[in-house]
C-alpha cells in the first residue's frame, strides 16, 4: 500500500511541477511574445510584482528545503550526501545570483550622435576568409558617421592587404603576434590615433547605424565601454533552433540589461565603442587572460569607470558553425574566467567595486562550475544504482512533498525572471553538451595553463565521425544509464546485491531515466546541424544565365545565395561541371546588375514542374566592383537580421 500512495504523490507532485512549468513556459512565449512581420520579439512580461514575489518565494522555500535536507542526510554514507547538497546549495547560491542580475533590467535610452569626434574602427583578425573580411570592410564602409577603418591583420596575408587597400581602408600588420587579439588591437591602438574606437571582430558587419547609437553615451565620461548585443545571422549553426532561440538570446536579451542596473554589464569583444583615454588609464586592454574583453572590463570598474550595454542592433556576425567551433570557444571562455578569478584583479577580492557590480562579476567568472554540478547530478543516480546507497535517509511522503514545490518553483522563477527569452529545454541541452568542457576549464583556475587564444573558425565543416568523436563522453553516460536502468529494474524484481525500499529504487530509476532523455536530446542535436562550410542567405532575385560559349541566355531566380556559390531555378537545363555565365538583376541601390561565372555542381528537377534546381559554384566576378557589390547585397542589415529578433526598446 505504501509504494501505491508514494508512487501516486510522486506521480501527482510530478505532475503539478511540469504543469506549473508548462504553463508559465507557454503563456511567455505565446503571450508575452508578439512577432511583427519583421520577426522582432516585443515581450509582454507580467506584472513585475508578481514575477518578483514567485522569485522571493522560491529563495525562501529553496532556503528551507537546504535547512530541512540536513535531516535526511544517510550518515552511514555521509560523504556521499555531502556530495549531493553541495550540488543542491551550488544551485541555490546560482539561483540567488540570477535573481539578483535580472531582478530588473535597465534598457538604455538612446542619445544623439555628437558631432565632430575622432573615431576610428578596428577589425583585428587573424586567418578569417577572404570574403568574410569583405564583407565586414564594406559594412565599416557604409557607416554613417565619419571614421576611419583599419584592418589589423595578425596573418600578414598579401590578398587581405590588397583587398583591404582596394575597399579604401587602412591595413596594419605586426611582426610579432604576441598575446594574441589583445596584443593585436593594442598593436593598432599604438598606430592610431582617435578619441574613440570600435572593435569588431572579423565576421562581425556593422549596421550604418553603429557609431550613431553607441557614441552619445560617452557624454558621461565615466563610461569607458558601450557594448552592443551580439547578434548571428547563420541560422544554420549549432547553437541555433528551428524555433529561433539561440543559447545566447537569454545573456543579451536578459542579462545584460539587467547588469546594466548595477553598473556591471561587461565588454563582450565585439561590437563595442571604447574610450581611448580610459583604456590606456588601465594599460591598455588586458593581456594577462585569454578573455581580454572581461578582465578588461574589471580593470576599468576597480577605476570607477562602467561599460554600458545598449540592447540595439549594431552589427550581426556568425555564430559559432559546429559543436567543435562552439565547444571551443566556451572553454576559451571558461579557461579564461578561471584566469581573472585568480589574478590580482578578481571580482573576490579586487578593491574599488561596488557590492552589485562584485556580484555582478562573481556570477560571470563562476557561472562555469555549472558543468561540474550537472556530472555530479549525473553520477549520483547511477552510483546509487549500482551499489544500493542512497544519499538520504529516505522517508518517501515527506521527502516528495519538499521536492515537488522546491522543482516548481525554481522552474518557474527561471522561467518568469526570463521574461519570455528562457526555454528550459534547450537550455539544459547545451548546458549538457558544454558541461565537460567547463569542467575542463576549472583545471585553469589551479594551473593557469589554457589551450591559447584560438579565433573560433568561421567556415568549418565536420565528419559525422568527428563530431560524435566530441561527445564521447556522453555516449558514455548513455551507455552508463541504460545499464544502471537494467539493474534497477532487475532488483527492483529480484534483489541481487542490495536491497533498496522499492519506492526509492522508482524515483532513482525514473532520475536515471530523465538523464538519458537529456543525453538524447542533447546528443540529437548533432543530427539537425547543418553540415554547409558557409550559411545559404534565402534571398529570391531574378538571374539570367547561359553555358558559357552559348548565345541563348535563359531565365530563372535565386533560391538561395552564399558566399561560394547559388541555387537557381529556371526553365534551361545544363550538364554537371558546365561552365556558365550567370547575370545577378538586383534592381537596388548598388546597381541592377552582378555578372559572375561558376561551375554546375547539381542539377535536379523541381516537382510538379518542367523547372530545374541549378546548382552553381561561384568560380569569379567579371570585376572587381561585381564581387564587392555582391557581398554588400549578401550582407544587408535587413538580410541579416531576419533570423535574429531584436527587442525594440524605441
Not at 541555490?92 to 575622432?118: D, R
Not at 538523464?515 to 547543418?530: T, W
Request: hydrophobic share 45%.
Amino acid at each position: 500500500m505504501s509504494l501505491i500512495l508514494t508512487t501516486f504523490l510522486s506521480i501527482v507532485l510530478t505532475g503539478t511541477a511540469v504543469f506549473l512549468f508548462f504553463a508559465f513556459e507557454k503563456w511567455s512565449w505565446q503571450h508575452w511574445v508578439k512577432r511583427t512581420f519583421v520577426g522582432r520579439f516585443q515581450p509582454k512580461a507580467f506584472p513585475e510584482w508578481f514575477i518578483r514575489l514567485i522569485a522571493i518565494i522560491a529563495i525562501g522555500y529553496t532556503s528551507y528545503y537546504l535547512i530541512w535536507r540536513w535531516s535526511t542526510f544517510n550518515h552511514q554514507a555521509l560523504w556521499f550526501s555531502l556530495l549531493l547538497w553541495a550540488a543542491e546549495l551550488y544551485g541555490f547560491i546560482a539561483l540567488l545570483m540570477y535573481v539578483f542580475m535580472t531582478w530588473s533590467l535597465k534598457h538604455e535610452k538612446p542619445v544623439a550622435a555628437p558631432k565632430g569626434k575622432s573615431v576610428v574602427i578596428l577589425v583585428p583578425t587573424k586567418g578569417e576568409p577572404i570574403d568574410v573580411l569583405r564583407a565586414t570592410l564594406i559594412g565599416c564602409n557604409a557607416v554613417t558617421y565619419p571614421h576611419r577603418t583599419v584592418l589589423l591583420d595578425d596573418s600578414g596575408r598579401p590578398e587581405v592587404k590588397t583587398l583591404t587597400e582596394s575597399l579604401g581602408c587602412e591595413y596594419l600588420a605586426r611582426l610579432t603576434h604576441d598575446h594574441a587579439k589583445a596584443g593585436n588591437v593594442n598593436y593598432g591602438l599604438n598606430q592610431t590615433e582617435s578619441e574613440f574606437f570600435a572593435v569588431l571582430d572579423a565576421d562581425n558587419v556593422p549596421l550604418p547605424g553603429l557609431l550613431d547609437t553607441m557614441l552619445g553615451f560617452f557624454d558621461d565620461s565615466k563610461v569607458a565601454v558601450v557594448q552592443g548585443p551580439q547578434l548571428f545571422y547563420n541560422a544554420d549553426s549549432i547553437q541555433y533552433e528551428p524555433s529561433r532561440w539561440h543559447e545566447q538570446r537569454l545573456f543579451y536579451a536578459v542579462i545584460m540589461p539587467g547588469k546594466n542596473r548595477s553598473r556591471a554589464a561587461f565588454w563582450c569583444g565585439s561590437p563595442a565603442l571604447l574610450r581611448r583615454s580610459a583604456i590606456a588609464e588601465v594599460g591598455g586592454v588586458a593581456t594577462e587572460t585569454v578573455t581580454e574583453d572581461l578582465h578588461t572590463t574589471l580593470k576599468l570598474a576597480q577605476r570607477g569607470y562602467r561599460v554600458l550595454y545598449v540592447d540595439k542592433p549594431v552589427a550581426v556576425g556568425l555564430a559559432p558553425l559546429t559543436l567543435l567551433s562552439y565547444l571551443k570557444q566556451r572553454l576559451r571562455w571558461g579557461q579564461g574566467a578561471m584566469q581573472s578569478l585568480r589574478s590580482k584583479d578578481s571580482p573576490f577580492w579586487a578593491g574599488g567595486l561596488s557590492f552589485g557590480q562584485r556580484i555582478n562579476f562573481i556570477a560571470s567568472t563562476t557561472t562555469y562550475l555549472d558543468g561540474l554540478q550537472l556530472i555530479i547530478l549525473f553520477i549520483i543516480p547511477i552510483f546509487t544504482l549500482l551499489s544500493g546507497v542512497l544519499p538520504v535517509q529516505y522517508n518517501a511522503i515527506p521527502f516528495l512533498w519538499h521536492l515537488g514545490p522546491y522543482l516548481a518553483l525554481i522552474f518557474a522563477t527561471q522561467v518568469l525572471l526570463g521574461r519570455g527569452y528562457y526555454d528550459l529545454w534547450h537550455t539544459e541541452r547545451y548546458s549538457i553538451l558544454r558541461s565537460f568542457v567547463f569542467t575542463r576549464s576549472l583545471l585553469t583556475l589551479f594551473s593557469n595553463r589554457t589551450a591559447g587564444f584560438q579565433v573560433t573558425p568561421k567556415e568549418e565543416t565536420m565528419s559525422d565521425r568527428r563530431e560524435w568523436g566530441l561527445i564521447v563522453p556522453h555516449l558514455i553516460g548513455g551507455v552508463l544509464c541504460v545499464i544502471v536502468l537494467i539493474v534497477g529494474v532487475v532488483n527492483l524484481l529480484h534483489p541481487l546485491w542490495y536491497q533498496l525500499n522499492n519506492s526509492a529504487l522508482l524515483i532513482v530509476s525514473a532520475w536515471v531515466a530523465i538523464d538519458l532523455g537529456f543525453i538524447i536530446f542533447s546528443a540529437s542535436r548533432i543530427l539537425s546541424a547543418s553540415k554547409r562550410s558557409t550559411y545559404r542567405h534565402q534571398m529570391q532575385v531574378d538571374v539570367v544565365w547561359r553555358p558559357l560559349g552559348q548565345t541563348e541566355w535563359f531565365k530563372g531566380f535565386s533560391n538561395d545565395l552564399s558566399s561560394h556559390g547559388l541555387s537557381f531555378v529556371t526553365g534551361g537545363t545544363g550538364q554537371l561541371k558546365d561552365v556558365v555565365e550567370v547575370n545577378l538583376e538586383i534592381a537596388s541601390a548598388v546597381g541592377n546588375r552582378i555578372k559572375l561565372k561558376g561551375r554546375v555542381i547539381n542539377v535536379r528537377p523541381v516537382r510538379g514542374s518542367d523547372k530545374n534546381r541549378i546548382g552553381v559554384i561561384i568560380e569569379g566576378f567579371e570585376t572587381e566592383d561585381d564581387a564587392n557589390r555582391y557581398f554588400y547585397y549578401l550582407h544587408q542589415p535587413e538580410e541579416l537580421l531576419r533570423h535574429e529578433p531584436v527587442p525594440d526598446q524605441a
